[in-house]
């Protein structure tokens, strides 16, 4: 390999020096690297046309093209061999795997910064054990704690929204773990990353299953102990984003309940929970797009519970479309509401499940564990989510009351930048429970954080790629 950087001095005086020959600048791809067509069956299967088939393909290589190694579909990280029933694991936070340094070169992750990931147990809803995969993320320096590292980095356990619904939408595979530079720090985050369980049986994710997405969080914390007992440290604060804010407040809800005795270990650290933009009452907003998410793997709640009776039949072809091709949120919004008026079936909210899943699957109006710290914008797609952030809230500290519990309104907030535009306030909060400093207030508060210039002038949305 030639030396491939070049110093030039311009301060007078400086010696003349051999600039060493450059190499030829390397042909960069500026198309996506991903070729997905649909077959003439799957276009028959999900009645699309032509234009429709062709915005998919779009979104659908795009999405490819994120995933490092192919994603969990070509990734043999993901992959259990069948095992005999004797080595089968037992228990949930079982390690089955690690990479403890993971190759960044195939992803998009902050410069110096390091991966690890694994594969470990949890549980699904009904308790089931099944596999899941997680991702560390290192910095570069440990931040200190009480004026010290101790060898170790401050750990935050953190759980990410929406990303898919199969295994390739696993923020572990993504090139920028999903969310990029938005949550650059030490954390753990989690999502079944495997398609096929160490007995062959599929593995289907629990779309925004409070208890079941808590339960994968908590124990991607105990496996990552267990993995790295002396590089990270004991005490966590527990973080989540929209499905993984409604998870992050199941976190504090498990911990605080523990009537299964289940978590001992883990309730031994925690430092407090911070939660941004979390997803309530979502199948109700939107169950055109929402319902076959939930719907396609809700017989393992409802053992009765059949697809008809919330899709229609378009509605169940296009979920076998989505399940054929992997689809994403984008790919699922963009199929669906094509045809918004005929994906469900008309009487979908007039059996008990919709009401018993949504009742079941929300977080909030029961007791916690404190300290939490709530970040919500009021311009989350409308201002509904806020309003029922709001009440939420107002609730369960009306009648559960379990200790220091702030919610901050983001005044001209969307849903994502809920995390960017309050970074100082939440860095800060999660340092101070670090250093073991007194909350503000032992009551449930409620504040409104307004932008420093007015709202219409800043950058709504990033836009990059990444
Ligand atoms: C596998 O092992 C479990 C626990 O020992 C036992 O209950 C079960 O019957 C075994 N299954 C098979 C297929 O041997
Ligand atoms: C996932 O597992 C199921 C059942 O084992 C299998 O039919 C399907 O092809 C797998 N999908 C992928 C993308 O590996
Ligand atoms: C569905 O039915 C419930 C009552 O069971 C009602 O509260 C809710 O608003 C309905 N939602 C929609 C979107 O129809
Ligand atoms: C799963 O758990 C739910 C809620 O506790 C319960 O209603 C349901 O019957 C269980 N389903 C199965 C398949 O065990
Ligand atoms: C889906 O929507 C398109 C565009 O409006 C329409 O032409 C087509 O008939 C619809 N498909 C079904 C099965 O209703
Ligand atoms: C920091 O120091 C305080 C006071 O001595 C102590 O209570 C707390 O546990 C320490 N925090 C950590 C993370 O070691
Ligand atoms: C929270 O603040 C909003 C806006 O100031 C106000 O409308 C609401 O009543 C407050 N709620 C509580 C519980 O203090």
């Known amino acids: 390999m030639k030396a491939t950087f070049v110093t030039l001095f311009f301060a007078a005086g400086a010696f003349a020096q051999t600039i060493p020959t450059l190499p030829v600048p390397k042909t960069q791809s500026t198309a996506f690297d991903s070729s997905f067509k649909f077959s003439p069956e799957q276009i028959e299967l999900g009645q699309i046309w032509p234009e429709l088939a062709g915005s998919l393909e779009t979104i659908l290589n795009f ?14 990280f993901y992959k259990l061999n069948n095992q005999p029933n004797s080595s089968q694991p037992r228990s949930p936070g079982q390690v089955l795997k690690v990479e403890h340094v993971t190759d960044p070169a195939s992803w998009n992750i902050p410069a110096k910064t390091a991966l690890s990931r694994f594969i470990y147990t949890t549980t699904n809803a009904n308790g089931t054990l099944i596999p899941a995969s997680a991702y560390i993320l290192w910095p570069w320096t440990a931040k200190e704690i009480n004026g010290t590292t101790e060898g170790k980095a401050p750990a935050l356990l953190w759980s990410h929204g929406t990303s898919g ?30 398609n096929t369980s160490w007995d062959g049986s599929y593995v289907p994710h629990q779309y925004q299953n409070r208890l079941a997405n808590a339960f994968d969080s908590l124990f991607a914390l105990r496996a990552a ?5 002396d590089l990270i440290t004991d005490e966590y604060v ?59 793997d809700l017989a393992l709640m409802y053992l009765d519970f059949k697809l008809s009776d919330w899709l229609s039949p378009l509605g169940i072809d296009r ?51 404190a300290p939490m710290i709530l970040f919500q914008g009021d311009e989350d797609q409308g201002t509904g989510p806020h309003m029922l952030a709001l009440s939420t809230f107002e609730s369960t500290c009306e009648k559960h009351y379990s200790g220091s519990f702030e919610f901050v309104t983001l005044a001209g907030v969307a849903h994502f930048p809920s995390m960017d535009s309050s970074r100082r306030l939440w860095l800060q909060w999660i340092e101070d429970r670090f250093n073991a400093k007194p909350v503000s207030s032992d009551q449930c508060t409620n504040t409104t954080l307004n932008s420093f210039l007015p709202t219409s002038s800043y950058q709504k949305y990033s836009t990059s790629f990444s």
């Open 238 to 296: 527990n973080v989540g984003h929209s499905q993984g804010g409604s998870t992050a407040w199941g976190v504090s809800e498990l911990l605080a309940e523990n009537s299964l005795n289940m978590f001992q270990d883990l309730e031994n650290g925690y430092l407090g929970s911070v939660i941004f933009a979390p997803g309530i009452n979502t199948l109700y907003s939107a169950p055109e797009v929402i319902g076959a998410w939930v719907a396609k």
């Open 165 to 194: 619904f199969f295994a390739d939408g696993s923020p572990s595979a993504h090139r920028s773990l999903f969310y990029g530079n938005i949550m650059p720090f030490t954390r753990s985050g989690w999502l079944r990353g495997v």
């Open 319 to 369: 979920t076998e479309l989505l399940t054929q091709v992997q689809g994403g949120q984008f790919v699922n919004e963009v199929l669906f509401l094509a045809n918004i008026t005929e994906v469900l079936n008309p009487a979908w909210n007039d059996s008990w499940y919709a009401a018993a899943y949504t009742e079941y699957t929300n977080p909030g109006n029961r007791p916690y564990k």
């Open 63 to 76: 999405d490819r093209s994120q995933l490092a190694h192919g994603g969990p579909s070509q990734d043999s």
């Open 225 to 229: 102990r267990s993995i790295f007992p």
